[in-house]
T-cell receptor, first 109, second 116 residues
Framework: GQNIDQPTEMTATEGAIVQINCTYQTSGFNGLFWYQQHAGEAPTFLSYNVLDGLEEKGRFSSFLSRSKGYSYLLLKELQMKDSASYLCAVSDSNYQLIWGAGTKLIIKP | GAVVSQHPSWVICKSGTSVKIECRSLDFQATTMFWYRQFPKQSLMLMATSNEGSKATYEQGVEKDKFLINHASLTLSTLTVTSAHPEDSSFYIC????????????FGNGTRLTVT
C-alpha cells in the first residue's frame, strides 16, 4: 500500500530552527510537496522536490532523497506565525497526491 | 494572489436541505478540479475528481448521489451536498492545478459547512 509518515506534533522556540521529517512508500514517484495549513484555513503551497537535494526558499528549505524515500522541511528563524500544520504529499505514478496526516508545529516564545 | 476561488466560505443549513459550493479557477482553465473534505484535526481526504464535460470520479466510500459534482465549464466546478445531515458538517476544500500534472495543487479558501 501507499503510505506517508510524518510526526504528529512538534514544538519549537521562536527564533530557532526546526526540521519536519517525512518518509514515504508509494507506487511510483512524481514529486513531493510540502504545504502549510493554519487552523481553520486551506493549505497553501510551500515547496516541490522532484530531484534529490535541497531546495531553499527564504526561511524554508526542503530536502529530498528518493533512494531513501525521505524528505524534510527545514524552517529557520521561527516566528510565531509559523505555528501551523505542515502537510507532506507525494505524487504517485498516476500523479495522484498521497497525503500525510500532517505535523502540527507549535512555536513557543 | 489567489488562483482558486471558493464560495461560500461558510454555511449553516438545516438537516435535510441541500447546499451548493462553487469553485472557480481564476486566470486559468482547469479541466480537472479536486474536492477534499477535512474533519477537525484530521488530514485532507480526497472525495472526488471533477472532470470538465464528463462525470466526476468518486473515491471509494463517497456517495455520488449525495455529493453531486458538476464541472460545466473550464473555470467552474460545483459540489452540492444533498439532504445534508449533521455528520456532513466538515470543511470542504476544492483545488486545481494551474499547469500540468506535476505542478502543485492550489486550494480554494474552503467552505465550512455546519448542518444543524
Amino acid at each position: 500500500g501507499q503510505n506517508i509518515d510524518q510526526p504528529t506534533e512538534m514544538t519549537a522556540t521562536e527564533g530557532a530552527i526546526v526540521q519536519i521529517n517525512c518518509t514515504y512508500q508509494t507506487s511510483g514517484f512524481n514529486g513531493l510537496f510540502w504545504y502549510q495549513q493554519h487552523a481553520g484555513e486551506a493549505p497553501t503551497f510551500l515547496s516541490y522536490n522532484v530531484l534529490d537535494g535541497l531546495e531553499e526558499k527564504g526561511r524554508f528549505s526542503s530536502f529530498l532523497s528518493r533512494s531513501k524515500g525521505y524528505s524534510y522541511l527545514l524552517l529557520k528563524e521561527l516566528q510565531m506565525k509559523d505555528s501551523a500544520s505542515y502537510l507532506c504529499a507525494v505524487s504517485d505514478s498516476n500523479y495522484q497526491l498521497i497525503w500525510g496526516a500532517g505535523t502540527k508545529l507549535i512555536i513557543k516564545p | 494572489g489567489a488562483v482558486v476561488s471558493q464560495h461560500p466560505s461558510w454555511v449553516i443549513c438545516k438537516s435535510g436541505t441541500s447546499v451548493k459550493i462553487e469553485c472557480r479557477s481564476l486566470d486559468f482553465q482547469a479541466t480537472t478540479m479536486f474536492w477534499y473534505r477535512q474533519f477537525p484535526k484530521q488530514s485532507l481526504m480526497l472525495m472526488a475528481t471533477s472532470n470538465e464535460g464528463s462525470k466526476a470520479t468518486y473515491e471509494q466510500g463517497v456517495e455520488k448521489d449525495k455529493f453531486l459534482i458538476n464541472h460545466a465549464s473550464l473555470t467552474l466546478s460545483t459540489l452540492t451536498v444533498t439532504s445534508a445531515h449533521p455528520e456532513d458538517s466538515s470543511f470542504y476544500i476544492c483545488s486545481a492545478r494551474k499547469q500540468g500534472d506535476a505542478s502543485p495543487l492550489h486550494f480554494g479558501n474552503g467552505t465550512r459547512l455546519t448542518v444543524t
